[in-house]
């Protein structure tokens, strides 16, 4: 069956300083880093992006939810095999990460067949994969917790799997269609390393109260810029983007009733 292919994926996160819309493209091929406390508007922005994409049959909404607020409303639409929402099994969550390396695999072997460098155009036999992670700390903490609770060994400990699931995504993935959006308070060292940050383009900071949590995803940021996250209210924050300066931004805001309508509601 012959369906359209999607070269695009644009999103409207909100407005920029200087008036304009902020517009991010998923099919631009970088990874997104959201960092900021608790109740600064992660989650909120994040109904923002996947109200938008649910839209797009060309693109599939994946990924690890903790809390089953984010991901919960998409239900058993397609992609739900690679959906984990609560920490009832973080064996699950393991094995949806699993699934998504192994479906990475199997795209890196047929474009090495195919003589390509990259997947540009998707369709809904070959979706975009946009792999949420919300509150990956907490994931990573959960996991930790059902690991000793159970007494695994290490080669049977979930926690690490999904680590090295996760920065196998991200260092390999976007060439193949992978977006993975990380969200956390602050993007710590050993939730995602340095060879992995460097695969996070696009970097999104809401209110966070440390100079270090900030400059370690802006480091372009001089210090005036980088103090303002300090003061943000809820959805206001700092972008930067491969070959942009660090800018101011403030976030359209999505009621989650509407949230959960649209992706209901949505071609998924
Ligand atoms: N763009 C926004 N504009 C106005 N208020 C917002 C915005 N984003 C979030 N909020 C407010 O902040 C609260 C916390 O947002 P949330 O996304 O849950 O934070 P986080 O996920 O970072 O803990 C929301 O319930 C809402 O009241
Ligand atoms: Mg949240």
Redesign the pocket.
Known sequence: MQTSNRTDFPVIL?IVETGHELVLDFADSWHTALQ?????????????VLAQLAKYPEALITGLDPTGVLLGPFGDSPGAEYRAITTASMENHAAVIAGLVAEMDTRITGLLAAGKDKLDSFSEETPLLVVVLE?YPGVLGAAAAEDSENGRKPAERVKPKIQAGVRRLIQEGAKVGVRVLV?A?RMDAEIVGGAERSNLGNRLT?RVDNLDAVKMLHPMADTDTASLAAQF????GLIGRPGLPTQRF?????AYPKYTASVRGGSQ
Do not use: C
């Not at 900021?36 to 923002?48: E, F, I």
């Not at 209210?233 to 206001?236: A, E, K, T």
């Open positions: 909100g900021g406390m608790s109740r600064s508007g992660k989650s909120v922005l994040t109904y923002t509150e969200l308070q809401l209210s809820p959805g206001h403030r976030a359209d805001y999505l």
